[in-house]
């Protein structure tokens, strides 16, 4: 599976509702026997990297100039991170 475009609205962020959009994707693939979760966070988003990982996502990759360089404040580089689910 592939998450594409998780995002939060500023002002509901720090509540939780991005670790219960990634825990319910999770869940989903556990229940239907997916063996992976897939996903493109930007380097400059700390907070969704900490997350990602804390969720147990691993880093497999970098990916320049994956993003237009105006997306992220000038940064366009990505990280691939991936959950193997058993």
Same mark, same amino acid.
């Given at each position: 599976?592939?998450?594409?475009?998780? +995002?939060?609205?500023?002002? !509901?962020?720090?509540?939780? #509702?991005?670790? @219960?959009?990634?825990? $319910?994707?999770?869940? &989903?693939?556990? +229940?239907?026997?997916?063996? !992976?979760?897939?996903?493109? #966070?930007?380097? @400059?988003?700390?907070? $969704?990297?900490?997350? &990602?990982?804390?969720?147990?996502?691993?880093? !497999?990759?970098?990916?320049?100039?994956?993003?237009?360089?105006?997306?992220?404040?000038?940064?366009?580089?990505?990280?691939?991170?991936?959950?193997?689910?058993?």
């Amino acid at each position: 599976m592939h998450v594409e475009g998780l +995002a939060v609205e500023a002002g !509901a962020r720090r509540r939780g #509702v991005g670790r @219960a959009l990634v825990r $319910a994707s999770v869940e &989903y693939a556990r +229940a239907t026997r997916l063996r !992976a979760i897939g996903l493109h #966070v930007s380097v @400059a988003n700390h907070a $969704a990297i900490a997350l &990602y990982e804390a969720e147990g996502f691993d880093v !497999a990759g970098k990916l320049r100039g994956f993003y237009p360089p105006a997306a992220f404040g000038g940064e366009a580089d990505a990280l691939e991170m991936r959950l193997r689910l058993p």
